[in-house]
C-alpha cells in the first residue's frame, strides 16, 4: 500500500500536472464565475451580457475546455503508434473533437449576443 501512496505523491509533484490544472481553471472560467457569476440567478443559462457568466455556462466552458484537451491528446497519440491505421483514426477524431471544441464558445457567444 506504501508504494501506491509513494507513487501518487510522486504524481502530484508533478509541475506539469499543476500547471494544467490551473489552465483548465481559468480557462474554463471558474474564477470568473466566483467573482461576476454569484450575482446571476443560478437557473439562468446564460446572461445576456460577456462580463458575466452563469453556472451553466461554466460547466459548457469546462466541458469544452477538456473536450479539447482530449482532441490535443489524441493527436499526441499519433506519434507512439506504429499502424498507419490507427494513426489515421486518431488523427482525424483529433481534429474533428478539436473543431468543435474550437466552435462551441463563439456559438455561446452568439446566444448571449443576439
Excluded: C, H
Aim: zero cysteines; proline letters at 2%.
Amino acid at each position: 500500500m506504501s508504494s501506491f501512496l509513494e507513487k501518487f505523491l510522486n504524481f502530484l509533484k508533478d509541475v506539469k500536472l499543476l500547471y494544467v490544472a490551473t489552465s483548465i481553471i481559468f480557462v474554463s472560467g471558474i474564477i470568473n464565475y466566483v467573482i461576476e457569476g454569484t450575482t446571476l440567478s443560478p437557473t439562468m443559462v446564460y446572461a445576456r451580457s460577456l462580463r458575466y457568466q452563469s453556472l451553466i455556462e461554466t460547466v459548457i466552458y469546462l466541458f469544452v475546455t477538456l473536450l479539447g484537451i482530449g482532441g490535443v491528446f489524441l493527436l499526441l497519440k499519433i506519434e507512439n503508434q506504429r499502424m498507419k491505421r490507427v494513426a489515421t483514426l486518431y488523427f482525424a477524431l483529433g481534429i474533428i473533437i478539436l473543431l468543435i471544441a474550437s466552435i462551441l464558445p463563439f456559438w455561446i457567444w452568439r446566444l448571449k449576443l443576439y
